[in-house]
Each structure stands twice: as structure tokens, then as C-alpha cells.
């Protein structure tokens, strides 16, 4: 009798979980919408984008709108970073993917860095700039798969240009960086209007000018408006806008401005550069196709994760575990030791594995390796290439990056112009937020979708503060050069060289139901954002929650990977195994178990970048809305 009453209440406590993901009430009520929804990191950016759907604008139109209000309002990207999208096109019924990420310029080669001194491209600086990518992205999109102007479009980015009420969160940031800001004249003209006060950063509130920014933009609706007059069409017109930023006297300006402070990109690395479209690449997760960009960034990593997983009965783990979360964690390690080693920019040689890698075969080899007892902390790249039918032509190396683990085969250098963060002049705690500093490092995510059935999902970044302004343009500099790498036995797919991409952070996600959208969501927050994304979509999928209870859920970060931004010194960048990142909510039960299993525990209030998420609700063809309960993230619906 005892064992029959254990099972019936071992049942009322399933059914209870259950009810509580259905009905748990969350911090930030759900955003419901019936014709269109619009949500991104700066409250001012989303109703930018409101202003394009009141317009009859569609999700494209929208989101383009947000992307250049967010560019516009700092703290997180600029002007002259990178942009890459996920759309679905109704009329096509497909995903499409936006290849916006700018090159390495010419003379960004290894010999050149290593010759100063470096490990790694460096953090900050003309130095670390790879080609604007979002202007040429954002005329892209528009052009092709938007309805408006450029002209309209920019409109309200250019009325934040001319001056609106800065917020805290950039003018804070601005000022905890005016000292390196200071080294750039451009920048501290534009970002430190109090130059030589006691607080030299704008103060929350007060009213922002980036004049020369607006005569950029200005310049580019000229250009569109004045090929109107001429007989082009609506998308040459924006073409010619395009044009004047990357070959016209935009582009002079921008040249003259990155070479006078010590930086590499000529005009012909401008000229030369363009957006790609792209197919991306998806797996099939339980009836869900779920799409990522391809491996210039690291979105592969959520689908080998994906492939992995769907091998496991997660449902039994129990939701938020200590089985479950070892074993999501020992999976994403997998994952991203393959993403460390193997991803790269497909359109240089060598090409990248990804057959191999996305295979279920492979998957499954994987797995075997997954220990359920305590954490490997030797978990490497695996050798994708036989499952494609071909030899593994980096063994080599793979075994050299196993035996550096533990000696000093890669110089431990810092250069003389990045000592703040030496290992001899700084504490461990200072070492320690540094290092969560770079993990963390995050920018912004855009997701818009309309009743036409358009759904969209942006990550854009680069130009964060401190950024280097390029001349008299406004533009602040990408920093995207700091995620090559300089040794083939890192990663023989991301070495740097002139006309190449770095392997980014940056991943977008779309994912479709029964071949209509279901899902479009991103999240900020370097290395951790295919981790937290994982978790989200699991949270919907397998544990049936909606999807603002999704992304204020909590859930948990592995150190256990290489660093793509940030640190000049090998030391800087290099795995931290067993290191594992828990919400405060995770109880002292769980936490001890996973210290049996050989983790080192770190709890916080905050485990994840702000989540964004637009889902479509089938039953009712209506939008939800999501996004997570800290940070400015803010959507807008109608």
C-alpha cells in the first residue's frame, strides 16, 4: 500500500511541475499581438519600429527601423559593426539568411599581429575593426524584402541623431570608458561632451547630439532620393544610398578617419565588400525545423546540441535537475569544443565539416563520450570528417591542443598597450570580472513578425563602447577582428586573413512548425547566447512553457569553451572546466550534487542575456511575445 500511496504522490508532484510551467505567473506579463509585434533591446528602438508598422509597413520594414534606431543609441553596436538576419518569406515559404558581416581588411594578416606582439588581434583600437557590415546589410534587407524608403525607414534614427534623452544605461557606460575613449579624438568629441569635468559623459536624461552621424545619414537619403528624380526604381535607389557608404565621399571620409588613427581598411576593402544571401543551415528537432546561419558564426553549436539532445528523454531528467542540467552541460561542451576547433568563414578555404558534424551519426558517436557520473573536463573536438565520407586532414593538431592543455605551448604574452589586464598587475577577482566581462559581452537582438506571415530575427553588434569613431562620420569601428585567431592549432578554420570573416557570436534563430513559422528568437551575451538559447527553446518544446516564462526561466552557463572576445594573452581566452553559472533559485540540493560531480559553482540573480522571442500561436493565429524580466529589452504589439 505504502509503494502505491509514494507512486500517487510522486504523480501529484509531476502534475504539479506541470502546472506550474503552465500557469507559473512571470515578472513581465506575455506581449499579445494580432497583426504585428516588435521587440529589441532600447524601448526607443522598438517604437521605431511600431512607426514603421503604423506606416503599413512590414516586419522587414520594422525591423530595419530598429536596427538603425539601436545603431544610433550606442552602448551595445554602432553604425559600423555587423548585422546578420533570419527572415521567413511568406510568398517563398522559406528561411532566408543575411550574410552581413564584414571582412578583415587588407593588410590584417598574421605575420602583422604577431609581429606586435599579440595572441589574438586585439580587443579595442583601429586595429580590431573588420568593415562595416550593418549599413550595406540594412540596405539589403530593405531593398529586397522590405516595402518603404530608406528615407522612411531612417527617419526616426535620424531625429535620435539630431539629439533625444540618452539613457542611463549608455551614459553610464560611456563614462566607466571615457579613459580609453580619450585615446580616440573622433570619439571623445562625440561621446564625451563634458570633456574635463568631473563627469565627462552625458547624464541620463540629458539630451545626446551626434551631428556628424546625421549628416551621414542624411547623405545616404540624398543619395536614394536623388536616384529617384534620375528613373531608378525602389530598390536601386537604395542601392545608390549603398553605394555612397561604400564608394562614395562616405566612404573617403570613413578611409581617411581609420588610416589616421592607425587602422587597416583602404576603399578597396569597402568597394569590395558585400552582403551575401544565404542559405542556412537546420536540423529537424522533434517536428520543429530550427534554423541557424551558417558557421561563420556559432549557431551550428544550438544544433548539434539540438541532434544530441533529442537522443535523450529530457522530460525524465526532470526539468532543471542535477541529472539534467550535467547532462545539457556535458552536451554543449561537446558542442562547443567542436565550435572552437572547426567553424570558420565558408567562403575561404579550408572548407568547414559541416556535413560531418550536423549528421545524426555523429551525434550519437558523440554521446558516447558523455560521461553521467562527473564532468569531463577533457572534452575536445571530435573528428566529424568520416561521417561525410572523407579523412580528418587536422588530427595533428587536435592532438596538439590536447597535450597544450597543461604546458606552456602557446606564448602567454600581453602587449605592452594592454597591460590593464595583466596577470601580475590585477587580483583574481579583478581577473574574474574581466573574464566574465568578455564572456558576457553582449549587444542586442531584434525580432519582428506581421499577420502577412514575415518573421524576422537579427543579432547585430560591433562599434560597442568604447569604440573608435571613424573620422567625421559618426560611425563608430567594428571590434570584430578579436575573434580570429593567430594559431592554426586553436583553429585552423579562423585564421586571420585579408577578405575574411571572423567566426562570430552573433546567431539569430528561426524556427518553423508544420511549415509555418513558429519561433523567431535571439539573445545578447557572446559565448553564452547558443547556451541560453538552447535552454529557451527547450523550455518551450519540452516542457511546455510559454514563451515569456521561457526566457525568465532559470537556467545555467558552462565556462567550459575558448573565449571569442576579448584578451590578448592565451591565458585570457582559454576553457575554464567545470566551472558552471546557476540562478540564485536552484536549490542547495541540486548545487551539492553537482559539486559531487566535480563542478565549481557559482550562483547568480542573472544567468542569461535578455532573451527576445515572437511565437506564433497556430490555434488563434495570433503573436506572443517574450522577453526576459532584466535589462531594457521592450517589445511593442498590435
Same mark, same amino acid.
Given at each position: 500500500?505504502?509503494?502505491?500511496?509514494?507512486?500517487?504522490?510522486?504523480?501529484?508532484?509531476?502534475?504539479?511541475?506541470?502546472?506550474? +510551467?503552465?500557469?507559473?505567473?512571470?515578472?513581465?506579463?506575455?506581449?499579445?499581438?494580432?497583426?504585428?509585434?516588435?521587440?529589441?533591446?532600447?524601448?526607443?528602438?522598438?517604437?521605431?519600429?511600431?512607426?514603421?508598422?503604423?506606416?503599413?509597413?512590414?516586419?522587414?520594414?520594422?525591423?530595419?527601423?530598429?536596427?538603425?534606431?539601436?545603431?544610433?543609441?550606442?552602448?551595445?553596436?554602432?553604425?559600423?559593426?555587423?548585422?546578420? +538576419?533570419?527572415?521567413?518569406?511568406?510568398?517563398?515559404?522559406?528561411?532566408?539568411?543575411?550574410?552581413?558581416?564584414?571582412?578583415?581588411?587588407?593588410?590584417?594578416?598574421?605575420?602583422?599581429?604577431?609581429?606586435?606582439?599579440? +595572441?589574438?588581434?586585439?580587443?579595442?583600437?583601429?586595429?580590431? +575593426?573588420?568593415?562595416?557590415?550593418?549599413?550595406?546589410?540594412?540596405?539589403?534587407?530593405?531593398?529586397?524584402?522590405?516595402?518603404?524608403?530608406?528615407?522612411?525607414?531612417?527617419?526616426?534614427?535620424?531625429?535620435?541623431?539630431?539629439?533625444?534623452?540618452?539613457?542611463?544605461?549608455?551614459?553610464?557606460?560611456?563614462?566607466?570608458?571615457?579613459?580609453?575613449?580619450?585615446?580616440?579624438?573622433?570619439?571623445?568629441?562625440?561621446?564625451?561632451?563634458?570633456?574635463?569635468?568631473?563627469?565627462?559623459?552625458?547624464?541620463?536624461?540629458?539630451?545626446?547630439k551626434q551631428l556628424d552621424l546625421l549628416k551621414t545619414l542624411t547623405k545616404m537619403v540624398e543619395?536614394?532620393?536623388?536616384?529617384?528624380?534620375?528613373?531608378?526604381?525602389?530598390?536601386?535607389?537604395?542601392?545608390?544610398?549603398?553605394?555612397?557608404?561604400?564608394?562614395?565621399?562616405?566612404?573617403?571620409?570613413?578611409?581617411?578617419?581609420?588610416?589616421?588613427?592607425?587602422?587597416?581598411?583602404?576603399?578597396?576593402?569597402?568597394?569590395?565588400?558585400?552582403?551575401?544571401?544565404?542559405?542556412?543551415?537546420?536540423?529537424?528537432?522533434?517536428?520543429?525545423?530550427?534554423?541557424?546561419?551558417?558557421?561563420?558564426?556559432?549557431?551550428?553549436?544550438?544544433?548539434?546540441?539540438?541532434?544530441?539532445?533529442?537522443?535523450?528523454?529530457?522530460?525524465?531528467?526532470?526539468?532543471?535537475?542535477?541529472?539534467?542540467?550535467?547532462?545539457?552541460?556535458?552536451?554543449?561542451?561537446?558542442?562547443?569544443?567542436?565550435?572552437?576547433?572547426?567553424?570558420?568563414?565558408?567562403?575561404?578555404?579550408?572548407?568547414?565539416?559541416?556535413?560531418?558534424?550536423?549528421?545524426?551519426?555523429?551525434?550519437?558517436?558523440?554521446?558516447?563520450?558523455?560521461?553521467?557520473?562527473?564532468?569531463?573536463?577533457?572534452?575536445?573536438?571530435?573528428?566529424?570528417?568520416?561521417?561525410?565520407?572523407?579523412?580528418?586532414?587536422?588530427?595533428?593538431?587536435?592532438?596538439?591542443?590536447?597535450?597544450?592543455?597543461?604546458?606552456?605551448?602557446?606564448?602567454?604574452?600581453?602587449?605592452?598597450?594592454?597591460?590593464?589586464?595583466?596577470?601580475?598587475?590585477?587580483?583574481?577577482?579583478?581577473?574574474?570580472?574581466?573574464?566574465?566581462?568578455?564572456?558576457?559581452?553582449?549587444?542586442?537582438?531584434?525580432?519582428?513578425?506581421?499577420?502577412?506571415?514575415?518573421?524576422?530575427?537579427?543579432?547585430?553588434?560591433?562599434?560597442?563602447?568604447?569604440?573608435?569613431?571613424?573620422?567625421?562620420?559618426?560611425?563608430?569601428?567594428?571590434?570584430?577582428?578579436?575573434?580570429?585567431?593567430?594559431?592554426?592549432?586553436?583553429?585552423?578554420?579562423?585564421?586571420?586573413?585579408?577578405?575574411?570573416?571572423?567566426?562570430?557570436?552573433?546567431?539569430?534563430?528561426?524556427?518553423?512548425?508544420?511549415?509555418?513559422?513558429?519561433?523567431?528568437?535571439?539573445?545578447?551575451?557572446?559565448?553564452?547566447?547558443?547556451?541560453?538559447?538552447?535552454?529557451?527553446?527547450?523550455?518551450?518544446?519540452?516542457?511546455?512553457?510559454?514563451?515569456?516564462?521561457?526566457?525568465?526561466?532559470?537556467?545555467?552557463?558552462?565556462?567550459?569553451?575558448?573565449?571569442?572576445?576579448?584578451?590578448?594573452?592565451?591565458?585570457?581566452?582559454?576553457?575554464?572546466?567545470?566551472?558552471?553559472?546557476?540562478?540564485?533559485?536552484?536549490?542547495?540540493?541540486?548545487?551539492?550534487?553537482?559539486?559531487?560531480?566535480?563542478?565549481?559553482?557559482?550562483?547568480?540573480?542573472?544567468?542569461?542575456?535578455?532573451?527576445?522571442?515572437?511565437?506564433?500561436?497556430?490555434?488563434?493565429?495570433?503573436?506572443?511575445?517574450?522577453?526576459?524580466?532584466?535589462?531594457?529589452?521592450?517589445?511593442?504589439?498590435?
Open positions: 500500500m505504502r509503494r502505491y500511496f509514494l507512486i500517487f504522490l510522486l504523480g501529484i508532484a509531476l502534475f504539479s511541475i506541470e502546472l506550474s +510551467a503552465q500557469y507559473a505567473p512571470t515578472q513581465k506579463p506575455p506581449l499579445h499581438g494580432k497583426h504585428w509585434m516588435a521587440i529589441t533591446g532600447k524601448p526607443l528602438a522598438a517604437t521605431a519600429g511600431s512607426m514603421l508598422f503604423e506606416q503599413g509597413g512590414n516586419a522587414v520594414d520594422a525591423a530595419c527601423a530598429m536596427l538603425a534606431a539601436t545603431c544610433t543609441m550606442w552602448d551595445v553596436l554602432s553604425w559600423g559593426g555587423e548585422t546578420q +538576419a533570419l527572415l521567413y518569406h511568406p510568398k517563398l515559404k522559406k528561411v532566408i539568411a543575411i550574410n552581413a558581416m564584414g571582412v578583415a581588411p587588407s593588410g590584417a594578416t598574421v605575420s602583422f599581429f604577431k609581429e606586435q606582439g599579440y +595572441a589574438f588581434p586585439p580587443e579595442y583600437g583601429p586595429l580590431s +575593426a573588420t568593415t562595416p557590415g550593418t549599413p550595406g546589410g540594412l540596405c539589403y534587407l530593405l531593398a529586397n524584402f522590405g516595402t518603404k524608403s530608406l528615407k522612411e525607414v531612417l527617419a526616426p534614427a535620424m531625429e535620435l541623431a539630431a539629439g533625444y534623452p540618452v539613457e542611463a544605461q549608455t551614459a553610464n557606460s560611456i563614462e566607466r570608458a571615457k579613459e580609453r575613449i580619450k585615446q580616440w579624438k573622433y570619439s571623445s568629441a562625440v561621446l564625451l561632451p563634458h570633456f574635463g569635468e568631473k563627469r565627462e559623459a552625458p547624464y541620463p536624461g540629458e539630451v545626446f543619395a536614394e532620393t536623388l536616384a529617384l528624380r534620375a528613373g531608378k526604381n525602389r530598390k536601386e535607389a537604395i542601392m545608390a544610398a549603398y553605394d555612397r557608404f561604400y564608394k562614395g565621399d562616405i566612404a573617403i571620409e570613413f578611409v581617411k578617419g581609420v588610416q589616421e588613427q592607425g587602422g587597416l581598411i583602404t576603399m578597396n576593402d569597402l568597394a569590395n565588400w558585400r552582403p551575401i544571401e544565404e542559405e542556412p543551415l537546420k536540423i529537424n528537432y522533434k517536428g520543429i525545423e530550427v534554423y541557424k546561419l551558417s558557421q561563420w558564426t556559432q549557431g551550428p553549436s544550438l544544433l548539434q546540441a539540438l541532434r544530441m539532445l533529442e537522443e535523450i528523454d529530457l522530460k525524465k531528467l526532470g526539468y532543471n535537475s542535477p541529472q539534467y542540467i550535467h547532462t545539457l552541460y556535458q552536451v554543449l561542451n561537446l558542442s562547443f569544443a567542436d565550435r572552437d576547433f572547426y567553424y570558420g568563414d565558408p567562403y575561404k578555404l579550408p572548407a568547414e565539416p559541416m556535413e560531418g558534424l550536423l549528421s545524426k551519426a555523429y551525434a550519437k558517436s558523440r554521446l558516447t563520450q558523455l560521461d553521467s557520473l562527473k564532468n569531463d573536463p577533457a572534452i575536445g573536438p571530435g573528428d566529424p570528417y568520416p561521417y561525410q565520407g572523407s579523412v580528418n586532414p587536422y588530427k595533428h593538431l587536435i592532438q596538439q591542443l590536447r597535450e597544450s592543455r597543461d604546458s606552456t605551448i602557446f606564448r602567454q604574452v600581453t602587449p605592452v598597450h594592454d597591460q590593464t589586464l595583466a596577470l601580475k598587475t590585477i587580483s583574481d577577482n579583478l581577473l574574474d570580472q574581466a573574464y566574465q566581462d568578455r564572456l558576457w559581452r553582449g549587444t542586442t537582438t531584434i525580432e519582428a513578425a506581421d499577420k502577412e506571415g514575415w518573421f524576422i530575427s537579427i543579432t547585430p553588434s560591433g562599434g560597442w563602447i568604447p569604440a573608435v569613431i571613424a573620422g567625421n562620420t559618426g560611425v563608430g569601428l567594428s571590434q570584430r577582428m578579436q575573434s580570429f585567431v593567430l594559431d592554426s592549432t586553436l583553429n585552423p578554420f579562423n585564421i586571420v586573413e585579408p577578405g575574411k570573416r571572423p567566426r562570430v557570436t552573433l546567431t539569430p534563430t528561426i524556427a518553423l512548425k508544420e511549415g509555418e513559422p513558429f519561433l523567431a528568437f535571439g539573445v545578447q551575451g557572446g559565448d553564452t547566447q547558443d547556451q541560453n538559447l538552447v535552454q529557451f527553446f527547450l523550455n518551450i518544446v519540452e516542457f511546455g512553457m510559454t514563451v515569456q516564462q521561457a526566457a525568465e526561466a532559470p537556467n545555467f552557463n558552462t565556462n567550459q569553451l575558448w573565449l571569442s572576445l576579448g584578451g590578448s594573452a592565451i591565458n585570457d581566452r582559454k576553457p575554464r572546466p567545470g566551472q558552471l553559472l546557476l540562478n540564485k533559485s536552484i536549490p542547495a540540493s541540486t548545487i551539492q550534487v553537482l559539486q559531487n560531480k566535480g563542478y565549481q559553482i557559482k550562483t547568480e540573480e542573472r544567468t542569461s542575456g535578455p532573451i527576445n522571442a515572437i511565437l506564433f500561436d497556430k490555434r488563434y493565429r495570433t503573436l506572443w511575445g517574450g522577453s526576459s524580466n532584466h535589462g531594457e529589452d521592450y517589445g511593442i504589439a498590435w
